[in-house]
């Protein structure tokens, strides 16, 4: 038994990424009417400034310089530097919706404070 746990174990699955909500949803990405991005967990804000966001300056990539808490206002901020022309500029992302809010206090638990007390935001349409 132990033979063939270690011979299948190269194919178990790592664990699942504690910062991805397995439940992301097609509102993803999506803005808010307010013009925010529907974040709906932790690593999502990360894989859009690697991944999808462009320097609005010259369209170089960005890298991540800082990040402010704005939970109070329902959102999460990412300050950014343009890796070609080294300009700033930042990605607002709202966490106020119930997808990102329901995922948040899972991960929680005894912890989970709400701590914005405005109408969770939804996408444009
Ligand atoms: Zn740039």
Do not use: H
Not at 49 to 73: E, F, K, V
Not at 82 to 96: E, G
Not at 102 to 122: C, E, F, H, K, V
């Amino acid at each position: 038994m132990g033979f063939l746990r270690r011979i299948f174990g190269f194919w178990k699955r790592p664990p699942a990424d504690p910062a991805v909500n397995p439940r992301r949803t097609r509102d993803l990405y999506a803005l808010t009417p307010e013009g925010y991005i529907i974040a709906q967990d932790i690593a999502c804000q990360y894989e859009f400034a690697r991944d999808i966001a462009r320097c609005p300056y010259c369209d170089g990539t960005l890298r991540i310089a800082a990040q402010l808490n704005r939970a109070s206002q329902g959102l999460n901020e990412l300050v950014c530097m343009c890796t070609a022309c080294n300009r700033r500029t930042s990605l607002i992302f709202d966490v106020s919706n119930d997808v990102y809010q329901r995922w948040i206090a899972s991960q929680m638990g005894d912890l989970y404070l709400r701590n914005y007390d405005g109408p969770a935001r939804r996408p444009a349409r």
